[in-house]
Structure formats: C-alpha cells, structure tokens
C-alpha cells in the first residue's frame, strides 16, 4: 500500500462547527504533515508530527488543532473556523524525520466554510 | 526568512516544444525536491536534488541543481499533453520541512 488516504472528500461546515479531518498511511511513514493549500498557490505547512509527536507548529491559529492517535493516523479538529479557512487540506507522509524525504500526499480535503 | 522563487509563472506551449521553469533562492540550501500537481489533483514527488551540480534525468524530463546549490531547473523536452499541471520545487534549508516555491503553471496546446 502506497498511498495516502484523506476523509473526507469535500466538507462544507458553518462558522460554529467542529468538524474533524481524517489522513491515513500504511507505508510505516514515521513523518506526517498537514498542508494547507488556496487556489493557485503552493501547499503551506501546518504541522509536522515526527514519531508521533507534534515537531512543527507553523504558528497556525488554535481553531486548527492536530491529533496524531497513532503512527498510522493523523487528524485534524476544526472548531469556529472563518470562512478564509476555505481552501484544499493536504496531508503528507515522509518515509523518517531523520533528514529531508519524499513526501506523499493524500488527495486533499476540500473544505468550505460559509 | 527564506525566499524562493519561480519563473516563469505561467507557459503555455505547443505540443511538442520544450519547456523549462527555473527555482531561485534567497540561501543556500541542503537539497531541493521537485513536484508536479496536475489540475484538481495533490503533489506527486518528482525527484530530489543533493549534489552541487548535480543532474538527473527522467525520460524526457531533466532536473539540474546549482553550483552553488541556490538555484535549480526541470527542463521537458518535447512536452505532450501529459505533462500539463503545476511545477513546484520544494527547498529545504538543512530543517525537517520543504518550503514550497509559488509553482510554474504548464499549459500544453495538442
């Protein structure tokens, strides 16, 4: 299996939801990232987990807030997001930490929120 | 902090002619990753580049580094529809993470 899983697809949430993301790998990846990515833009990093450990914040705002249950999930919990939070969610997995890595990314999750 | 930069922005070609983008840096940097996302799609790892001067080649596409590890390219040769997308270079400045560089949009005329 070589391939990165994202759940859901598309998600439309209001103001005052909470809602979670879901990624999933089986490739023993010890590295997991989330991106986030607007239109005709690059990915920007959120978050790296290193052995499941969150290892990077990219001074993301609190309604973002990354779980990492085990070192083949990672998740991301979304509460009072502003509609500039509409955009593609990507996440990544690296083979290790240890040193710079190919990245998988999942498809995305396109999220909405009105 | 760390700056990166892509051209062109954007190249519309015909089917059949080359096209190269080319990845500037502000720093020197520890090694660089190319990546190509194809519309409505998420980044598929194309290469990473260690060496100064280093050059590698996949079937018609090749990928150079810079003396000076500052700077790198991807040059197609004889594009085909195929290679329509998004081409990012990703760089790492001797950390975990890649920054990713605004990406050269490739449209492909048949």
Redesign the interface.
């Known amino acids: 299996d070589t391939e990165v899983t994202q759940t859901p697809k598309h998600l439309v949430m209001g103001m005052t939801n909470k809602k979670s993301l879901k990624c999933e790998q089986h490739m023993g990846h010890r590295a997991m990232y989330w991106y986030k990515q607007k239109a005709k833009k690059p990915p920007e990093l959120m978050f790296v987990y290193s052995y499941e450990k969150l290892s990077i914040n990219e001074s993301v705002p609190s309604r973002f807030s990354p779980e990492c249950p085990n070192s083949s999930l990672l998740n991301l919990h979304l509460h009072a997001l502003q509609p500039e939070d509409s955009a593609l969610y990507l996440c990544a997995s690296s083979h290790s930490p240890d040193g710079p890595n190919e990245q998988f990314f999942g498809p995305g999750t396109r999220l909405t929120v009105l | 902090g760390q700056q990166v930069m892509q051209i062109p922005q954007y190249q519309h070609v015909q089917e059949g002619e080359d096209f190269t983008t080319y990845c500037n840096s502000s720093t020197t940097l ?2 660089i ?1 190319w990546y190509k996302q194809r519309p409505g ?5 194309l290469i ?1 580049l260690v060496k100064s001067g280093e050059v590698k080649k996949q079937k018609r596409l090749t990928f150079q580094f810079g003396e000076a590890k500052k700077n790198s390219s991807l040059h197609i040769t004889a594009t085909q529809t195929t290679d329509v997308g998004t081409y ?1 270079c ?1 760089v ?1 400045n001797y950390g ?8 050269t ?1 490739l449209s492909v005329l048949p």
Not at chain 2, 41 to 45: A, D, K, Y
Request: aromatic share 20%; glycine share 14%; charged share 5%.
């Open positions: 520890s090694n990753q799609g998420h980044p598929v790892f990473q990012f990703a790492n975990q993470n890649f920054v990713f560089g605004p990406g949009r």
